[in-house]
Each structure stands twice: as C-alpha cells, then as structure tokens.
C-alpha cells in the first residue's frame, strides 16, 4: 500500500503517526531522565557514583538501612493522633509536625485541589520518609535519635500575614537536635538546624506527593544545579546512587505538587538513592549548623516566583521545555487580560496560528495544486510505467511547470509538531487548571469533559477538515483510513483533559477557516480562468460571423 501511496501522502502518514505514537510511547514509558546537560557549564556539579569514593559508600550504607527503619518508625507513629507536636494553620491549608521532628502532613483545604475522592489533598504520603527527618551517621546516636521525641515551642499557630516561628528540640544523652522553623503564608518555610556537637548526619526530602498522576505525566525527583543542569529520576527508575553539588533545588514531585528544599550552600552535597521500590530517595549532608528553605505545595508559578525565581525550575515540561515555558508566560499573560483559562487558550491558540500562518497557507497552496496536478501526474505514471527514470523526470517537470511541491503540504506540518508537543505539556502539567472554568458544562479544565461535548466537536471538526482538504488518494483502502482518523481520535481525547481538547478543537476550527479561504481562491482563480476561456471562445466566434 506505502508503495501506492505519494511522497505527499506518506508524510502525513508520517505525521499522523507520530502523534498517536509520541502519545502512546509516553503513555507507556515516560520519559526518565531529560537532562540539559553541558560539559563545560557543568565544572561545579560532580555527578559520581559513590562506590569510587569508600568513605561515601560507608555513608550511603548507612543511610540506606536508616531510610528503611525510619519508614518502619513511620508505620508505628502514623496511626498514634498523640504524634503530632505542633500543627501550623493557614486559611489554605493545615500542616503538622510528628514526634521524629519531621513534617508528617500537610493537607490543602481549597476544593480545587480535592483528589479523586473528593477528598482534601494530602500532600505528604502516609509512608515513607519524610521532610526533615534527620539521620546519624554514628549507629548508637542514631538508634536513640529515633526513639527520643521532640518538643515544640508552640502546639498550635496560625500563619496569616505575620510568618510564625516554631523551635523543635530533641535532647539525646550526649546531644541536643534544634530546629528553628519559621513559616509563610504561601506555604514555604526557613530552616535552621543545629547539633551540639560536630556529628554528621543527613536531612531527607521526603516522598513526593501521591496525589495527581495522570497519564503521560512524570513523577519521581529533580534536581536542579547553578549552572542549568537538570536531571529528573523517575519513580521506578532510580538505579546507581548519585551525588551532586552547586544545587539550586531539589524536588520530590507529582503532576501537579511538589517538596522542594533550596537555598543550599554551593559545596552541599546532594545524595540520591532507590528505595526498594526503585523510586528516587534525596537526602542531603548537613553541617554542625544547617541553614535551609523549603516548600511543600502545588507548582503554581506565580506563588513559585514570588518566593523565589529560582523555584519556577521546578516545574519541568520535559523534552520542550525551550518552548513550553515561553508559551505558558504567554498564557499567564492572556489570563491576567481575560481572567479565565478557556478563553486564554483559545486566544493563544490564535496566537500561534497566525503566527504560523505563512508555513500554513504555503502548504494549503502546495495541496490545492497537487490535486490540480494529480491526474496529468497519473498520466505520466501510465504512460511512462516501464521506465521509472523518465516518469520521475517528466513528473518534477510537471510540478516545476505548475509550482506544485509535494513535500509543501507536509512540511509545514511537520514543522508544526514541536508546538503542538510544547502547548500539550503546558495543558498537562499548569495546575493553573485545576478547578478554572470556561462554559458552562466545563468547570474544571485540568479534568476530562464528563458530558463529553468538546471530543465529540473535537472530531466533528477534525471530520469536516479533512473534507475540505484536498487529497489525491487513488487507493480506495488508504481513503477509508483517513475517514476513520476522527473517530479514532474523538476516543483518544474522551478522557484528555478539557483544556487540551479545547485547545485542538479551537486549532481545528482555524485551520477549516483557513482551508474554506484557501479553496475559495482557488475556486475563484478557476471561474476567471474559465471566464476569460469563455470570453475567448465567444470573442473567436464573432469575429469567424463577421468574416
């Protein structure tokens, strides 16, 4: 069938598949490990396996059995209410700190972020380690460290404008743990820890948030180092133990939600190990003084500049990251002159056809004259079928005579792919979407239409576009084929998120818009042409009468 088909129609082919196979491929096996990575910009990050270093390789040793007795720890005191220490309050969201001095929960109360449930969001898994838990190197000071509770300066305080300040002391035999916390209304906080004694130990991340994790989304760690280096390490895909250093931040993230620890010294070394699951584990070495910051909450990009510009990195778009990030300020843009998302999409998606628009119209063009050309083409293919040579040469002939190019129609479109791919990531990952409306059946546009409205006009649309274009098919199969896209498509998008699908629907309607001018020239172009043929023929046959 390939071998039936034009260069023409084997690139949309191409085309088509490779957005049913880029979605499914990342469906299947998301993408693990994107890393911008430059040799010569990464001089301060030391990315080393720690078996070459044997005082490294004690270190992690211990760490690892640490990491699984404080979940085991973490399995006792999660079904105790007399754990929590102290609780911080804000109007959006409740946290709490445990007996081991780590924050232990932290629950989102705006219905927007509710889970599948319709639960309030719970951004800190029940197992697992958890942030600011503290481990010892030193085996004796470890094992009572883990058994000897904290106290609080303050049960209970509420965060508002004023942030509120709390002191968690642990007092062991030979050793007393401090940790100065002072948190913020918007949900990060300042650390400051300190031993008594010169002792090493190592602060956990914590589990990332299990909350929102949707298909052809990423969810393990990151992290990000001063000279643009980023490297996510997947949940199930945490192999040999790393180390880095120069770090701006590190995150333990889901979909939409994150635990980011910043504001390192640049020689801090950040360790990361698998747990038994193959998921990542980042703790890092502190000093006998540790200072700190910390956020724990959804990667809403303007509260993540508003802390801290460094923090926006944390939200990562994976492969078109270059173009997903411009792209989303241009959307925050529009929303800021709109006020709602749907309305935004669309006037971005706008944006970018007529941005697009020259690549586009040069390739409706070059189609429409394919057509045109498609039965002389034929011809020639009959007429010169035993010599392969002179048909190819009478047939770039016949496309040089007519300005016809048969890779025009595709090229564009090709051309289009990394848009398309870059706006898909930045509808998929904006948690900006969560809970925003657009019409009245949409009131969540990071959710799937549940009336099903905008897949259905998704693949209506899809449908009369493809009537409109133009198409040289000569196998009647290949034809079926394409008339079964829509369909095939309209299912594809039934649980895609109502901004996504919005998006494509909007971008259909432009291109038929688009496709109706471009026909409509050329169905103009055609009448004056018979016209002035006719005004020939006419003008021919008076001219013989009056002879």
């Excluded at 949309?12 to 499914?24: D, G, M, Q, R, T």
């Excluded at 589990?207 to 760690?221: L, Y």
């Excluded at 001063?226 to 133990?241: N, P």
């Excluded at 500049?305 to 926006?312: D, K, Y």
Aim: with cysteine; proline share 4%; hydrophobic share 45%.
């Amino acid at each position: 069938m390939l071998n039936k088909m034009s260069a023409n129609q084997r690139l949309i082919v191409a085309v088509v598949l490779s957005v049913v196979f880029f979605v499914a491929y990342t469906a299947i096996f998301p993408p693990a490990k994107p890393e911008v990575a430059d040799a010569q910009k990464s001089q301060n990050v030391q990315i080393k396996k720690d078996s070459q270093n044997n005082e490294a390789t004690a270190v992690a040793a211990k760490v690892e059995e640490a990491a699984g007795h404080a979940i085991s720890e973490q399995e006792k005191i999660a079904q105790s209410a007399s754990s929590t220490i102290a609780t911080i309050k804000n109007k959006n969201f409740i946290l709490k700190i445990d007996t081991l001095g780590r924050i232990s929960s932290k629950e989102l109360l705006q219905e927007m972020y509710n889970d599948k449930e319709e639960h309030h969001a719970q951004l800190i898994p029940a197992f697992g380690t958890k942030p600011l838990f503290v481990r010892f190197l030193d085996d004796a000071i470890n094992k009572e460290a883990t058994t000897v509770v904290y106290n609080s300066s303050a049960s209970e305080v509420t965060v508002e404008d004023v942030p509120q300040k709390v002191i968690l002391t642990q007092k062991l035999s030979n050793l007393v743990v401090t940790k100065e916390l002072t948190f913020y209304a918007d949900g990060h906080y300042d650390a400051a820890v300190n031993v008594s004694q010169d002792k090493k130990y190592f602060v956990y991340l914590g589990q990332r948030p299990d909350i929102a994790t949707k298909m052809m989304t990423v969810s393990g760690a990151m992290v990000y180092t001063d000279s643009d280096l980023v490297t996510i390490i997947a949940d199930g895909k945490a192999d040999e133990r790393k180390s880095f250093s120069g770090v701006e931040l590190v995150s333990a993230f889901d979909q939409y939600s994150a635990t980011i620890m910043y504001g390192f010294t640049k020689d801090t070394n950040i360790i990361v190990e698998k747990d038994k699951d193959s998921n990542p584990v980042v703790y890092f070495e502190s000093l006998q003084s540790m200072k700190f910051n910390g956020y724990i909450g959804q990667k809403n990009y303007k509260t993540l500049e508003s802390i801290n510009p460094v923090l926006t990195n944390a939200i990562e778009y994976g492969w078109f990251t270059f173009a997903s990030k411009p792209l989303f300020q241009l959307l925050s843009w529009l929303y800021s002159i709109f006020g709602n998302w749907g309305w935004s999409i669309i006037t971005l998606t706008l944006i970018i056809r007529v941005i697009l628009y020259p690549l586009t119209y040069k390739g409706m063009v070059s189609m429409q004259k394919m057509k045109d050309i498609a039965p002389k083409i034929k011809e020639l293919q009959t007429k010169y079928k035993g010599d392969p040579q002179r048909m190819n040469a009478a047939v770039m002939d016949m496309y040089k005579k007519h300005g016809a190019n048969p890779l025009g129609g595709c090229l564009p479109m090709i051309l289009q792919i990394p848009v398309f791919f870059a706006i898909y990531r930045v509808l998929l990952n904006a948690v900006e979407l969560q809970g925003a409306p657009w019409m009245f059946w949409i009131h969540d546009l990071s959710k799937m239409d549940h009336l099903y409205i905008l897949p259905i006009l998704m693949g209506a649309s899809m449908y009369y576009q493809q009537k409109l274009t133009p198409n040289n098919f000569t196998d009647p199969m290949q034809e079926k084929v394409f008339k079964f896209l829509p369909i095939i498509f309209t299912f594809f998008f039934l649980t895609f998120p109502s901004g996504l699908v919005l998006y494509w629907f909007v971008n259909n309607l432009f291109s038929i818009t688009q496709q109706f001018i471009v026909n409509q020239q050329f169905k103009n172009a055609k009448d004056a042409e018979i016209a002035v043929h006719a005004h020939h023929e006419k003008k021919e046959v008076t001219e013989k009468k009056d002879d």
